[in-house]
């Protein structure tokens, strides 16, 4: 079996922009849950480290917070994106693409 | 990331910062519904309760760091560790209790002191006066600003002709400095009571600003010479008087018999009076009537208002100018006048200058003494958290963290302090503002304001930091030269480093307790020595009651009757009456020496004048070198004068004075002059109080002079003040039941006020150095002590082989005294430096009096001798066998 993967610094600010992007509003347990199902078993989540990146993305309104009542008729709290979180998504996906084109193609002429 | 994205997160950051409680519940209970949820898929899979909830809690990780993590991002990280090492001071504090009282103690006494003097220099020097366009008023003197007042004052015709004259000024106005002298009996409803006033010219309070509380102030109908008698009540004697009544503005009160019509009432703060003539209570002021005092000669001071966009140089050109233009517009004004201008708050500050930049330097020594102190002492403390720091350096705190962590305390011990010292303070600043009688412009508006406050928290933080920054520089650099968590078997004493920058700080605050303590003894000294000045009359028994005859009697005959009454009461020496007390009153009359042979040789002069009664010479105690005293029978006789030494040998440097005769010129002695008589030569009086020689004087008597004014009778007598006016009023009652009596001092208290902002500064000073050398028996204390208790084993070690306890307490004093004369030796060049500031404040004392220098050396000394002595004491004491097995 191979190595699990820590995330890069601020991918992790990443994936849960584009999970709120792609899934709608879902609280934190929901994204952890969909960003390890994505990752399947390449990605060490530490499931609790999402709230620090949601708190910063509230910071910078890139998303917004409300509390509801989840599936199991809990209080909890949920996520959705803004419209100037889908532009910062935008471009962040862009150079995030463009770097990993970069480096891959670094990485395969090397050899 | 954009900008409006970086303030927005800025913006929460700092809104989380005192949200924590609040944010900190959100997440508790998002991390609770995770877990849950998480419980419940775990369970769901088919996992027991148990291993679900195991599972789980590893999948989320550890709630105590996931917090941490999370305000970290959410708030602002440095903030709250800094708020925590607050929070850790604070536990500190309460545990060590007599550390942190003594640290505060000393922090509050040097705040407060140097928030004190800050607070006067900033009243005194630096804020602009409490007038309306304050920095463009100019005080403008007959030449010489520091002539006697009747050469530096200007006469109304001067003040005319620059009012036209002038290119330079808006406007200038005017007051009399003499009207001030002159008091008033008030009757009516009431006892009869003396009061004092001064002359106003009718638009001085509208340039200056001042607004009245009550009615108006002067308008010029009132200046007109037949206008009724207005006033403008102080507030103080509204108050006293009438007891506020709003109803008195437009009624009449009986002043010298003659009813006088109140316009206006000033409001509590005066700043015209607490400028011009601090410590003088002035009850009214009246107007100047020009066509009234045009005869007087020379009784105003003017105040000018520059015009817009005029500098102090084209000001200083313009006034000579104008003054030249009145001599040849108006020849018949005679040519004895000038002008010179000057920045009022110069005039109004000037002589305080030194004085109070010197206090105030003495205050900053005091706040370096007890910022040693205090660095001393967290030293001292830091000793026995040596191996804290260690631990948690090795622990992977970094440098820096503990930095701020000591910072943070020492920033907390120096916060209270300087809260306590604030307070104190103000205490003071209310303790000073209301000392009625010491001669410092301003002193009412003495209070802690913006500007005060803003000095005292930098000085503050500055204190902090420097002892803060060396402390912990000193603490968390120790530990790697050796490890002190091996110390504990304490093998090796202390760090050595730390001592010796104990025994550095030591020195340096006896280096400067010893300065502080030689510029108090040169105050001092210089005080004792004004004090013991012949000021060429007694003031001791001595008591000087203000009379005012009334307007119609002849105020010989009225002086004459109620002085005989007064030399018989019982306990009374001797009486006479004067007009002008000296010291007090400021007054010159120009007068000639009649040449018989040369009736054109009018080399005339300036020279202080006295209307006297018979008898005033003798009761004053100034001595009558030739000749003799007036007596009645001169009343109906040739006019007579009595000059003093200093005038005699002036005026007739070869021969004796007596018999020689003088001459006044108009309008004194009316219009044709008058020629007098010398018949005696007194001693000298220093009239200008005992910093200034003696001048020319000479005494009139009152039986020749037909001259209103106020009189003093000078009763010597051992009676106290009370008793006396008592018995006067008895006997002076059925000559006139209207006296008031109410103004008696003892002339020693009139002579006190002259050197009352001496005596002030003298007495900050001196209290600078009592304190300076407080905090150095202290810092002594703590460095002899903590070398006693490190040398405890040697010190056991060497009574066990045989020392005897005098030498180890010889030993121990010994050290102490190297420490005092360490400081005394660069004390003794930071002394000659302030001797030499000091110099020009000095009286009848050398800046580098060797006395001085014995005398203040001496008292370092002794403080040295006493702070080692329980100390040493204690090392005597020790007994070998606990020394040893202690370890």
Same mark, same amino acid.
């Given at each position: 079996?191979?190595?699990?993967?820590?995330?890069?610094?601020?991918?992790?600010?990443?994936?849960?922009?584009?999970?709120?992007?792609?899934?709608?509003?879902?609280?934190?347990?929901?994204?952890?849950?969909?960003?390890?199902?994505?990752?399947?078993?390449?990605?060490?989540?530490?499931?609790?480290?999402?709230? %620090?990146?949601?708190?910063?993305?509230?910071?910078?309104?890139?998303?917004?917070?409300?509390?509801?009542?989840?599936?199991?008729?809990?209080? %909890?709290?949920?996520?959705?994106?803004?419209?100037?979180?889908?532009?910062?998504?935008?471009?962040?996906?862009?150079?995030?693409?463009?770097?990993?084109?970069?480096?891959?193609?670094?990485?395969?002429?090397?050899? | 990331?954009?900008?409006?994205?970086?303030?927005?997160?800025?913006?929460?950051?700092?809104?989380?910062?005192?949200?924590?409680?609040?944010?900190?519940?959100?997440?508790?209970?998002?991390?609770?519904?995770?877990?849950?949820?998480?419980?419940?898929?775990?369970?769901?899979?088919?996992?027991?309760?148990?291993?679900?909830? *195991?599972?789980?809690?590893?999948?989320?990780?550890?709630?105590?760091?996931?917090?941490?993590?999370?305000? @970290?991002? *959410?708030?602002?990280?440095?903030?709250?560790?800094?708020?925590?090492?607050?929070?850790?001071?604070?536990?500190?504090?309460?545990?060590?209790?007599?550390?942190?009282?003594?640290?505060?103690?000393?922090?509050?006494?040097?705040?407060?002191?140097?928030?004190?003097?800050?607070?006067?220099?900033?009243?005194?020097?630096?804020?602009?006066?409490?007038?309306?366009?304050?920095?463009?008023?100019?005080?403008?003197?007959?030449?010489?600003?520091?002539?006697?007042?009747?050469?530096?004052?200007?006469?109304?015709?001067?003040?005319?002709?620059?009012?036209?004259?002038?290119?330079?000024?808006? *406007?200038?106005?005017?007051?009399?400095?003499?009207?001030?002298?002159?008091?008033?009996?008030?009757?009516?409803?009431?006892?009869?009571?003396?009061?004092?006033?001064?002359?106003?010219?009718?638009?001085?309070?509208?340039?200056?600003?001042?607004?009245?509380?009550?009615?108006?102030?002067?308008?010029?109908?009132?200046?007109?010479?037949?206008?009724?008698?207005?006033?403008?009540?102080?507030?103080?004697?509204?108050?006293?008087?009438?007891?506020?009544?709003?109803?008195?503005?437009?009624?009449?009160?009986?002043?010298?018999?003659?009813?006088?019509?109140?316009?206006?009432?000033?409001?509590?703060?005066?700043?015209?009076? &607490?400028?011009?003539?601090?410590?003088?209570?002035?009850?009214?002021?009246?107007?100047?009537?020009?066509?009234?005092?045009?005869?007087?000669?020379?009784?105003?001071?003017?105040?000018?208002?520059?015009?817009?966009?005029?500098?102090?140089?084209?000001?200083?050109?313009?006034?000579?100018?104008?003054?030249?233009?009145? /001599?040849?517009?108006?020849?018949?004004?005679?040519?004895?006048?000038?002008?010179?201008?000057?920045?009022?708050?110069?005039?109004?500050?000037?002589?305080?200058? /030194?004085?109070?930049?010197?206090?105030?330097?003495?205050?900053?020594?005091?706040?370096?003494?007890?910022?040693?102190?205090?660095?001393?002492?967290?030293?001292?403390?830091?000793? &026995?958290?040596?191996?804290?720091?260690?631990?948690?350096?090795?622990?992977?705190?970094?440098?820096?963290?503990?930095?701020?962590?000591?910072?943070?305390?020492?920033?907390?011990?120096?916060?209270?302090?300087?809260?306590?010292?604030?307070?104190?303070?103000?205490?003071?600043?209310?303790?000073?503002?209301?000392?009625?009688?010491?001669?410092?412009?301003?002193?009412?508006?003495?209070?802690?304001?913006?500007?005060?406050?803003?000095?005292?928290?930098?000085?503050?933080?500055?204190?902090?930091?420097?002892?803060?920054?060396?402390?912990?520089?000193?603490?968390?650099?120790?530990?790697?030269?050796?490890?002190?968590?091996?110390?504990?078997? /304490?093998?090796?004493?202390?760090?050595?480093?730390?001592?010796?920058?104990?025994?550095?700080?030591?020195?340096?605050?006896?280096?400067?307790?010893?300065?502080?303590?030689?510029?108090?003894?040169?105050?001092?000294?210089?005080?004792?020595?004004?004090?013991?000045?012949?000021?060429?009359?007694?003031?001791?028994?001595?008591?000087?009651?203000?009379?005012?005859?009334?307007?119609?009697?002849?105020?010989?005959?009225?002086?004459?009757?109620?002085?005989?009454?007064?030399?018989?009461?019982?306990?009374?020496?001797?009486?006479?009456?004067?007009?002008?007390?000296?010291?007090?009153?400021?007054?010159?009359?120009?007068?000639?020496?009649?040449?018989?042979?040369?009736?054109?040789?009018?080399?005339?002069?300036?020279?202080?004048?006295?209307?006297?009664?018979?008898? =005033?010479?003798?009761?004053?105690?100034? &001595?009558?070198?030739?000749?003799?005293?007036?007596?009645?029978?001169? @009343? /109906?006789?040739?006019?007579?004068?009595?000059?003093?030494?200093?005038?005699?040998?002036?005026?007739?440097?070869?021969?004796?004075?007596?018999?020689?005769?003088?001459?006044?010129?108009?309008?004194?002695?009316?219009?044709?002059?008058?020629?007098?008589?010398?018949?005696?030569?007194?001693?000298?009086?220093?009239?200008?109080?005992?910093?200034?020689?003696?001048?020319? @004087?000479?005494?009139?008597?009152?039986?020749?002079?037909?001259?209103?004014?106020?009189?003093?009778?000078?009763?010597?007598?051992?009676?106290?003040?009370?008793?006396?006016?008592?018995?006067?009023?008895?006997?002076?009652?059925?000559?006139?039941?209207?006296?008031?009596?109410?103004?008696?001092?003892?002339?020693?208290?009139?002579?006190?006020?002259?050197?009352?902002?001496?005596?002030?500064?003298?007495?900050?000073?001196?209290?600078?150095?009592?304190?300076?050398?407080?905090?150095?028996? =202290?810092?002594?204390?703590?460095?002899?002590?903590?070398?006693?208790?490190?040398?405890?084993?040697?010190?056991?070690?060497?009574?066990?082989?045989?020392?005897?306890?005098?030498?180890?307490?010889?030993?121990?004093?010994?050290?102490?005294?190297?420490?005092?004369?360490?400081?005394?030796?660069?004390?003794?060049?930071?002394?000659?430096?302030?001797?030499?500031?000091?110099?020009?404040?000095?009286?009848?004392?050398?800046?580098?009096?060797?006395?001085?220098?014995?005398?203040?050396?001496?008292?370092?000394?002794?403080?040295?001798?006493?702070?080692?002595?329980?100390?040493?004491?204690?090392?005597?004491?020790?007994?070998?066998?606990?020394?040893?097995?202690? @370890?």
């Amino acid at each position: 079996m191979k190595e699990k993967l820590d995330l890069l610094p601020g991918s992790l600010d990443l994936l849960v922009l584009h999970t709120l992007a792609s899934m709608g509003p879902m609280h934190g347990y929901g994204i952890a849950r969909r960003i390890e199902q994505v990752g399947a078993d390449t990605l060490i989540l530490n499931q609790g480290t999402i709230y %620090a990146a949601l708190v910063r993305l509230l910071q910078r309104k890139w998303i917004e917070a409300e509390w509801g009542t989840s599936e199991n008729y809990r209080r %909890a709290r949920y996520y959705s994106i803004t419209a100037r979180g889908k532009r910062q998504l935008a471009s962040e996906t862009e150079t995030w693409q463009r770097m990993a084109d970069l480096v891959k193609r670094v990485l395969d002429a090397a050899l | 990331m954009n900008l409006p994205t970086f303030l927005d997160r800025l913006f929460a950051r700092i809104c989380a910062v005192f949200d924590s409680r609040r944010l900190d519940a959100d997440l508790d209970e998002e991390l609770s519904h995770h877990l849950q949820a998480l419980v419940d898929d775990n369970i769901k899979s088919g996992m027991e309760p148990d291993e679900a909830l *195991r599972h789980a809690r590893v999948t989320l990780g550890g709630v105590a760091q996931l917090r941490e993590i999370h305000r @970290e991002a *959410r708030g602002i990280a440095w903030f709250e560790q800094w708020q925590r090492d607050l929070h850790y001071a604070f536990r500190l504090f309460r545990r060590e209790k007599g550390f942190t009282a003594v640290a505060v103690i000393i922090v509050a006494i040097g705040v407060s002191l140097n928030t004190t003097v800050f607070s006067l220099v900033n009243t005194v020097l630096l804020r602009p006066m409490p007038f309306a366009q304050a920095d463009r008023l100019v005080w403008i003197t007959n030449g010489d600003p520091h002539a006697p007042l009747s050469g530096a004052t200007s006469s109304i015709d001067t003040w005319e002709g620059l009012q036209e004259m002038s290119r330079s000024m808006d *406007r200038i106005e005017g007051y009399s400095p003499f009207s001030v002298l002159q008091t008033f009996r008030l009757t009516g409803k009431g006892d009869p009571e003396t009061i004092s006033s001064v002359t106003v010219s009718h638009g001085l309070f509208g340039m200056l600003g001042v607004q009245p509380q009550l009615g108006r102030l002067f308008l010029p109908e009132d200046a007109l010479k037949n206008a009724p008698f207005r006033v403008v009540l102080t507030h103080r004697l509204w108050l006293r008087r009438f007891g506020a009544d709003p109803g008195i503005v437009g009624g009449t009160v009986q002043i010298n018999d003659a009813p006088a019509e109140v316009i206006g009432v000033l409001p509590a703060a005066d700043p015209f009076s &607490s400028v011009f003539f601090p410590a003088v209570p002035v009850d009214f002021y009246s107007a100047v009537q020009n066509d009234i005092m045009r005869g007087d000669g020379n009784t105003l001071f003017l105040i000018g208002r520059m015009k817009p966009a005029i500098t102090q140089g084209q000001v200083e050109a313009d006034l000579p100018l104008a003054i030249a233009q009145i /001599k040849k517009k108006y020849p018949s004004r005679g040519q004895y006048m000038a002008a010179v201008g000057e920045p009022l708050h110069d005039w109004v500050a000037g002589g305080l200058r /030194k004085p109070l930049i010197f206090l105030w330097v003495s205050a900053g020594f005091v706040l370096a003494i007890v910022g040693f102190n205090l660095g001393g002492l967290l030293l001292a403390r830091g000793g &026995s958290r040596r191996r804290e720091m260690a631990l948690r350096m090795a622990l992977g705190a970094s440098r820096g963290r503990i930095i701020v962590q000591l910072l943070t305390e020492c920033l907390g011990l120096v916060a209270a302090g300087s809260l306590l010292g604030g307070i104190v303070s103000w205490g003071f600043n209310g303790l000073l503002s209301t000392r009625a009688a010491v001669e410092i412009p301003l002193l009412q508006y003495l209070r802690l304001d913006g500007t005060s406050l803003a000095y005292t928290v930098a000085l503050c933080l500055t204190t902090a930091i420097i002892c803060g920054v060396a402390l912990a520089w000193k603490l968390s650099g120790g530990w790697q030269m050796q490890n002190p968590l091996n110390e504990g078997s /304490k093998g090796t004493s202390g760090g050595p480093g730390r001592s010796r920058t104990r025994n550095i700080l030591v020195i340096l605050e006896v280096a400067l307790a010893f300065s502080l303590a030689v510029s108090a003894t040169l105050m001092v000294t210089s005080l004792r020595n004004l004090l013991k000045v012949d000021l060429g009359f007694r003031p001791a028994d001595l008591v000087a009651v203000r009379v005012d005859p009334p307007v119609q009697a002849s105020q010989a005959a009225y002086i004459e009757s109620a002085l005989d009454r007064v030399r018989a009461l019982p306990g009374v020496l001797q009486a006479g009456a004067t007009d002008c007390i000296p010291v007090e009153r400021d007054r010159s009359w120009p007068l000639y020496p009649v040449v018989p042979d040369k009736p054109n040789d009018q080399r005339w002069q300036g020279a202080h004048v006295r209307i006297v009664s018979p008898g =005033l010479i003798r009761a004053m105690g100034t &001595s009558l070198l030739s000749g003799r005293d007036f007596e009645r029978s001169d @009343e /109906k006789g040739p006019p007579v004068i009595i000059v003093n030494k200093t005038l005699a040998t002036h005026m007739w440097p070869t021969s004796e004075a007596v018999g020689h005769q003088v001459h006044f010129p108009p309008p004194i002695g009316g219009d044709n002059g008058v020629t007098m008589t010398v018949i005696g030569v007194a001693g000298d009086v220093l009239s200008a109080g005992p910093e200034q020689p003696a001048g020319g @004087e000479f005494y009139l008597t009152l039986g020749q002079f037909t001259y209103s004014a106020s009189w003093d009778l000078m009763v010597r007598t051992k009676l106290p003040v009370a008793v006396l006016t008592a018995g006067m009023r008895q006997t002076l009652g059925s000559l006139d039941p209207n006296l008031a009596l109410t103004k008696a001092r003892e002339m020693q208290s009139i002579v006190d006020r002259t050197l009352s902002s001496r005596r002030l500064l003298a007495s900050l000073i001196g209290g600078f150095a009592a304190v300076a050398i407080g905090l150095c028996l =202290l810092g002594l204390y703590g460095v002899v002590s903590y070398m006693v208790a490190q040398q405890t084993r040697e010190i056991g070690i060497r009574m066990a082989l045989g020392a005897d306890a005098a030498g180890i307490q010889r030993d121990i004093l010994g050290k102490t005294l190297a420490l005092a004369l360490c400081g005394l030796g660069i004390g003794l060049c930071g002394s000659v430096l302030s001797g030499f500031l000091l110099r020009s404040l000095l009286y009848g004392v050398s800046p580098n009096d060797a006395t001085v220098f014995a005398l203040a050396g001496a008292s370092l000394l002794a403080c040295a001798i006493g702070a080692g002595y329980l100390p040493a004491r204690r090392a005597s004491q020790v007994d070998p066998a606990v020394a040893l097995r202690a @370890e």
